[in-house]
């Protein structure tokens, strides 16, 4: 879910955040879709209690999902046009993702209601209002390919998350269209409980991903995909350096990238040392680090980091 990341980092332009540049339209996309979504999700549970189905009322705890995620997102693309303040040196990019981190535990903790709510179904199904099911099913898709298409053109990682999520929603309704279909013409009424699970267990597993990488961006793991013996590898082959020391890989929010390292050069000069420093930060920023912060220390010079 993250997805959903509204970012803006101000300050140095060479330490600019490669998807800075946020507009106000996609703060206003993001809210017309929210407010879609809001509105139908509404109806949706009165859908779900009026037709009896159990298939309607857990795709309206995924649409409720996303309503978090989209008003979340709608609310940090606006945060995130101040960038940089007195309070946050590095913007507000980690709000997004800790917004995706708390809907996760809201969309796990409803999954598995509705996993008890819907596997004791199995066992004694009772038959839904077909043609209401088929109904909303249809209003669903609607109502979800409006609010999608409404996103489908953004550029943030902001909105094309919750245009992914709408997505995710035009599928449930499709699902359970088909199921309304089938039930209708064979009187199958397990078909609402079984279709029930499948959405639940699907929303258990996309949440539960989503909850595993937002923990790991809190507690400042090293990014995925950043090879650290490739990183030390790299700078080690510069000119001049002896050895380094104290790096550390963090990312924001998922996206933006944040390095620190302590470089050890022999005795170089001033020239000598800028070459480094440069051929350092360039070797970086080629292996997806968008923010290096590097300290140069001389082969003689006692660092107190040293053997942390």
């Not at 940090?76 to 940089?84: F, N, P, S």
């Not at 898709?141 to 929603?169: F, S, V």
Request: glycine share 10%; charged share 15%; aromatic share 8%.
């Amino acid at each position: 879910m993250a997805h959903d990341h509204a970012h803006a980092h101000a300050g140095h332009h060479h330490h600019e955040h490669p998807h800075g540049h946020v507009h106000a339209a996609g703060a206003r996309a993001l809210g017309v879709a929210f407010l879609i979504n809001l509105a139908f999700t509404l109806v949706e549970v009165a859908g779900g209690l009026w037709t009896g189905s159990i298939a309607v009322l857990t795709d309206a705890l995924h649409d409720a999902g996303d309503c978090l995620v989209l008003g979340t997102a709608w609310y940090l693309q606006r945060v995130a046009m101040k960038g940089r303040d007195a309070h946050y040196s590095y913007g507000y990019g980690r709000y997004s993702m800790l917004g995706g981190w708390l809907t996760s535990v809201v969309l796990i903790i409803g999954a598995l209601f509705m996993l008890t709510m819907s596997v004791p179904e199995l066992w004694a199904p009772e038959l839904p209002h077909s043609l209401g099911m088929i109904g909303f099913a249809l209003f669903g898709l609607a109502m979800n390919g409006l609010a999608a298409w409404k996103l489908h053109g953004g550029n943030t990682l902001n909105e094309r998350g919750a245009y992914l999520h709408l997505l995710e929603d035009v599928l449930g309704w499709a699902a359970v269209l088909v199921g309304g279909i089938i039930i209708h013409f064979t009187g199958w009424a397990i078909v609402d409980p079984l279709l029930s699970v499948c959405i639940s267990v699907y929303i258990l597993i996309n949440a539960i991903g989503t909850l595993r990488k937002g923990t790991g961006i809190l507690m400042q793991e090293i990014p995925p995909g950043l090879d650290m013996h490739q990183v030390r590898a790299r700078l080690m082959a510069i000119p001049n350096v002896i050895d380094l020391h104290d790096q550390h890989t963090w990312t924001l929010d998922g996206s933006f990238v944040v390095h620190t390292v302590h470089i050890v050069v022999d005795n170089v000069d001033h020239r000598e040392a800028l070459a480094v420093k440069c051929k350092a930060r360039d070797e970086l920023k080629a292996l997806g680090i968008h923010h290096a912060t590097i300290e140069l220390e001389w082969r003689d010079e006692e660092c107190g980091l040293q053997h942390h």
